[in-house]
């Protein structure tokens, strides 16, 4: 699976938009985005995913630039229940079972400022 | 629909003691995994299994073992604790996206 880079941490005003960016510059051309966040040592929670096209759901909103090296990850309205690390992976769809080692690393901590 | 559970939430061990994870998911998933995550790390893949019966290693498999005997259940067993196993263990089940058990929290003295 390819690499990613995250920053360590962030900082949003609550009401805000958080933009969490996510380099993958090595992404394989059947190779998806998702993004997880984990709240206080919780198990991590699916928020998106996409291939190459934006996406968009109730929790966010999901960009990707045009040559899929990098992307980003909009909540609208950061709240203050949204503070949390969150992870982007690149991976193959799961049907694809392959050689499935997926590794999380270290993601981005962000906090809502209220 | 309970989605991922696993058994126990907490547990303490002495060094050289085995015992089993517990992971069951209802949602007839395929593809189960099990992940440790050590204080201010991501989470690094255990062992895998694409189906019962098939089972295969993660990045970090040495110390543990698994089995998959039906498509449910996925149980982890540490065989020798060590205190480097002292860890939070995440259990998960993929469909379409990845959703991942509450944890069971692991110390080993």
């Known amino acids: 699976d390819a690499k990613t880079t995250q920053p360590t941490s962030m900082d949003c005003a609550e009401g805000r938009a958080a933009n969490l960016p996510c380099n993958h510059s090595?992404?394989?051309?059947?190779?998806?985005v998702y993004w997880y966040r984990q709240i206080h040592s919780q198990g991590p929670q699916y928020i998106i995913h996409g291939l190459k096209n934006n996406e968009t759901n109730e929790m966010a909103s999901l960009i990707i630039t045009e040559d899929r090296k990098s992307s980003t990850l909009i909540l609208p309205h950061a709240t203050l229940r949204d503070t949390a690390v969150y992870y982007c992976?690149?991976?193959?769809?799961?049907?694809?079972?392959?050689?499935?080692?997926?590794?999380f690393g270290t993601g981005t901590r962000l906090t809502i400022i209220p | 629909n309970a989605g991922v559970t696993q058994t126990p939430k907490f547990q303490v061990l002495k060094t050289g003691q085995s015992m089993t994870l517990q992971c069951a998911q209802d949602m007839n998933h395929e593809y189960m995994s099990w992940y440790r995550q050590d204080p201010g790390m991501g989470l690094r893949l255990i062992h895998y299994s694409v189906g019962a019966g098939i089972t295969d290693q993660g990045e970090v498999p040495n110390g543990y073992n698994v089995s998959r005997s039906t498509t449910e259940d996925f149980p982890l067993r540490l065989l020798s604790a060590a205190p480097s196993q002292t860890s939070v263990y995440f259990c998960?089940?993929?469909?379409?996206?990845?959703?991942f058990g509450p944890g069971t929290r692991l110390l080993v003295l």
């Open positions: 992976i690149v991976r193959a769809r799961i049907s694809n079972f392959g050689n499935e080692k997926l590794t």
């Open positions: 998960a089940s993929y469909g379409e996206t990845q959703y």
């Open positions: 090595t992404i394989s051309g059947n190779e998806y």
